[in-house]
T-cell receptor, first 112, second 114 residues
Framework: GAGVSQSPSNKVTEKGKDVELRCDPI?????LYWYRQSLGQGLEFLIY????????KSGLPSDRFSAERTGGSVSTLTIQRTQQEDSAVYLC??????????FGSGTQLSVL | GESVGLHLPTLSVQEGDNSIINCAYSNSASDYFIWYKQESGKGPQFIID?????DKRQGQRVTVLLNKTVKHLSLQIAATQPGDSAVYFCAEIVGGTSYGKLTFGQGTILTVHP
């Protein structure tokens, strides 16, 4: 079956602009996660969605970052007023439970 | 196993050799561990997992060993192939969490020479 799909695969933006990153999880997976991968920080947890429960936003680095998940499926990560330190690969993952997260190929974000 | 630092450990082996990749973790409350493989331009790919009530688990060409006494995890790859070249990450989940909030190690670059 299809894996986790993320778009765009690459995004170049100017400092101060807003960006939206999209994630389509594996069909039937109830849990969805966003992680960030950067050279200086490795892989960092950002946010987690499970069904209709309130998301765990404990990993979001600032209030410029937000995410939503519509209809229990597709998720959008929004970064407002982007800064150069936001440049990283943003990875989405989904799972049926707490184990075996399946990752997408990520969105490479470059803020100029 | 902290996710910090710009300089990843590297391991270079010849095709056909066995590879051992090591990972240290710091949280004694972690009860589930996973190894991921990440190839260039792709997301991490699940390889094998192990629960804290086990000390060894085998998969196809891979074995994970867990030593809780010294908080050490290793991944053994038998008969390493060029296609195994990638960055390998260990990850842990702290016991009591109901979801997969992974804490990743810094990663190890494996290069397999034909």
């Amino acid at each position: 079956g299809a894996g986790v799909s993320q778009s765009p695969s690459n995004k170049v933006t100017e400092k101060g602009k807003d960006v939206e990153l999209r994630c389509d999880p594996i069909s039937g997976h109830t849990a969805l996660y966003w992680y960030r991968q950067s050279l200086g920080q490795g892989l960092e947890f950002l946010i987690y969605f499970q069904g209709n429960s309130a998301p765990d936003k404990s990993g979001l680095p600032s209030d410029r970052f937000s995410a939503e998940r519509t209809g229990g499926s597709v998720s959008t990560l929004t970064i407002q007023r982007t800064q150069q330190e936001d440049s990283a690969v943003y990875l989405c993952a989904s799972s049926l439970g707490k184990e075996k997260l399946f990752f997408g190929s990520g969105t490479q974000l470059s803020v100029l | 196993g902290e996710s910090v630092g710009l300089h990843l450990p590297t391991l270079s082996v010849q095709e056909g050799d066995n590879s051992i990749i090591n990972c240290a973790y710091s949280n004694s409350a972690s009860d589930y561990f996973i190894w991921y493989k990440q190839e260039s331009g792709k997301g991490p790919q699940f390889i094998i997992d192990i629960r804290s009530n086990m000390d060894k688990r085998q998969g196809q060409r891979v074995t994970v060993l867990l030593n809780k006494t010294v908080k050490h995890l290793s991944l053994q790859i038998a008969a390493t192939q060029p296609g195994d070249s990638a960055v390998y990450f260990c990850a842990e989940i702290v016991g009591g969490t109901s979801y997969g909030k992974l804490t990743f190690g810094q990663g190890t670059i494996l290069t397999v020479h034909p």
